[in-house]
Every structure is written in structure tokens, then in C-alpha cells.
């Protein structure tokens, strides 16, 4: 396993259209988060995962976003009715439950959306 | 509330100086604190991390930071930079109370050469 994979990459799309980003974690991660990074700031935090459960949603978060990790492995999340503000790089990130959960989080490259 | 701040946006430093980025913590309680760097096209990597025992610790790439706990700070050094060091640096923490990790704005580091 060669670490967090995302998919896609970059998507373009209008405003008002509903995009879905996938993220496949390093294998026997057991939780996943996902992070949103605009230009200039660091990564800010959307929601995570234990296995198939979702433990914590930012407040930040709208009702246009949702996440689901339904069998425990790979993650989608989902924006509906894109606007312009929603462009970002959105970020997965993956950590193992071993010992003392130290919180590393190891990442992917990221999906870069960009809403015209 | 909980929060990460590094006050420099953006260092330059000659290659073969030393670094040294900011980085403060809010809160009291003693939180796992990480360095991570990010280059153009790159996905996150850890460069160090802290959460208990000896204050100065060692990463990858020749980089140590130490944690100040009268200071609420855990300052990154190099003795020496690269002009492959270029990048931007990101502070982080996660408190023992939550599972999220918060990171600060980020340092864009450029190197003269």
C-alpha cells in the first residue's frame, strides 16, 4: 500500500452542480478525516471517521456537505449546489488505532475543486 | 477555544543559515503537537512530533523542535537550510479531549541563494 490515494485529482464545475470526491486510506487505518485548505491557510478540519462511524462534524460544515465511510475502507464526500466559496483543496487523511493514538495523520495528495 | 498560531507568514533565509519558525498553542492542557511541511504539489508530510518525554525532539530531514510549556511553544529549527527546504510549514496540535487535529496558518519558506 503506497499511502492515501484521492480521486479526482481536480474537478471543475459550475455553480449549483453537486460534486463527489473519493478517498481510499492506507489499509487498516481506522479513521479518516477529511480537510478543507484554501489558498494561504492551513488545513481546516471537516469531519472524521472511526471505521464506518462518524464521530465529529465542524460546525463550519453545512448541510450542503456530507461524508460517508460506509463499509469502514474508503470515504466520499459529497458537496451539493457547489458555490464559489466551496472552491478549495479538500484533503483525506488516514490514521491507525496502535498503542498510544499519537494522532499522526498521514495524507493524500489532495482533490483540488475549483467552482466557476 | 482551542488554536494554533504561527505569527510569520513568510521567512527567507540564506542557504546555510539557520531557521527557527514560531509556532503557540492555546489551551492548558498538554497537547500532542506536530511540525508538517507541505511542498508545491505535495501532499502533507510529518516532519516531527511530540507528546511526551524529552521536550527536544528530532525529525526527518535534519529538523528538531522543542516544546516550551511556560511558553506554550514548540518552535522548529534547522542548523542549516537547503534550497530544497523550501515550503510551507504547519504547525499542529490535537488536545487529549478531541481526535481532530488543528493546525495553524502555515510559514512559507523561501530560500536565498
Known amino acids: 500500500d503506497t499511502g492515501v490515494s484521492q480521486n479526482p485529482r481536480h474537478k471543475i464545475t459550475k455553480r449549483g452542480q453537486n460534486v463527489t470526491f473519493r478517498c481510499d486510506p492506507i489499509s487498516e487505518h481506522n479513521r479518516l478525516y477529511w480537510y478543507r485548505q484554501t489558498l494561504g491557510q492551513g488545513p481546516e478540519f471537516l469531519t472524521y471517521?472511526?471505521?464506518?462511524?462518524?464521530?465529529?462534524k465542524s460546525r463550519l460544515l453545512s448541510d450542503r456537505f456530507s461524508a460517508e465511510r460506509p463499509k469502514g475502507s474508503f470515504s466520499t464526500l459529497e458537496i451539493q449546489r457547489t458555490e464559489q466559496g466551496d472552491s478549495a483543496m479538500y484533503l483525506c487523511?488516514?490514521?491507525?488505532?496502535?498503542?498510544?493514538?499519537?494522532?499522526?495523520?498521514?495524507f493524500g495528495e489532495g482533490s483540488r475543486l475549483t467552482v466557476l | 477555544a482551542q488554536s494554533v498560531t504561527q505569527p510569520d507568514i513568510h521567512i527567507t533565509v540564506s542557504e546555510g543559515a539557520s531557521l527557527e519558525l514560531r509556532c503557540n498553542y492555546s489551551y492548558g492542557a498538554t497537547p500532542y503537537l506536530f511540525w508538517y511541511v507541505q511542498s508545491p504539489g505535495q501532499g502533507l508530510q510529518l516532519l516531527l512530533k511530540y507528546f511526551s518525554g524529552d521536550t527536544l525532539v528530532q525529525g526527518i530531514k535534519g529538523f528538531e523542535a522543542e516544546f516550551k510549556r511556560s511558553q506554550s511553544s514548540f518552535n522548529l529549527r534547522k542548523p542549516s537550510v537547503h534550497w530544497s527546504d523550501a515550503a510551507e510549514y504547519f504547525c499542529?496540535?490535537?488536545?487529549?479531549?478531541?481526535?481532530?487535529?488543528?493546525f495553524g496558518s502555515g510559514t512559507r519558506l523561501s530560500i536565498r541563494p
Open positions: 471517521f472511526q471505521n464506518e462511524a462518524q464521530l465529529e
Open positions: 499542529a496540535v490535537r488536545y487529549s479531549s478531541a481526535s481532530k487535529i488543528i
Open positions: 487523511a488516514s490514521n491507525p488505532i496502535e498503542g498510544v493514538d499519537t494522532g499522526e495523520l498521514f
